[in-house]
């Protein structure tokens, strides 16, 4: 269901089975542990300057203190400790930035891309019944806007409205 969901790869490699999908590539991410002060920031924020900035930037609790900061962008961003920091002090307020800098780094910066990707099931043939992709298995989104599980939980549950003759919005 998520973006590392292994529904594609059971459909390809245990039934043989190739899926259409379009890609486009979508996002460049650098990102770092650092260890905070517990509750000195928010579970979650997402800091998005487009336009005029090129990039944007994530900052999500883990646990224990820890926080993974992510700068996003079309391009590559920078992957010297040196220069992500700086620019963590470009996109950032600044108490979220000066808080960061308060922090311990625990990682070097980790690059990553990702891409949005359409899988079209439904002109996939011979697909076994009863299997039904959702989430981010079906179409996934840009990851700093963390709508993968939200999309795969409306679409579940719409499903079960339909099999189940529902019509009402309480489930």
């Not at 609790?61 to 820890?66: D, H, Q, T, W």
């Not at 108490?95 to 780094?105: F, K, L, R, Y």
Request: aromatic residues 6%.
């Amino acid at each position: 269901m998520g973006s590392r969901s292994r529904l594609c790869l059971w459909v390809e490699d245990l039934w043989h089975i190739q899926v259409p999908s379009d890609q486009q590539m979508i996002t460049h991410c650098a990102s770092r542990l650092y260890q905070l002060r517990a509750g000195s920031l928010p579970a979650a924020t997402t800091i998005d300057l487009r336009p005029p900035h090129l990039y944007r930037a994530a900052v999500m609790a883990v646990e224990n203190g820890a926080y993974v900061v992510t700068i996003a962008g079309s391009s590559s961003p920078p992957r010297d400790s040196d220069q992500f920091n700086q620019m963590l002090r470009n996109l950032l307020p600044k108490h979220v930035a000066a808080t960061i800098a308060s922090g311990q780094p625990t990682s070097s910066v980790i690059m990553s891309a990702s891409a949005r990707v359409r899988r079209n099931f439904d002109s996939a043939t011979g697909m076994p019944p009863n299997v039904v992709a959702v989430g981010d298995s079906l179409c996934s989104l840009d990851p700093l806007e963390g709508r993968g599980f939200e999309e795969a939980v409306l679409e579940t549950s719409r499903l079960v409205r339909t099999w189940l003759g529902y019509r009402s919005s309480t489930f």
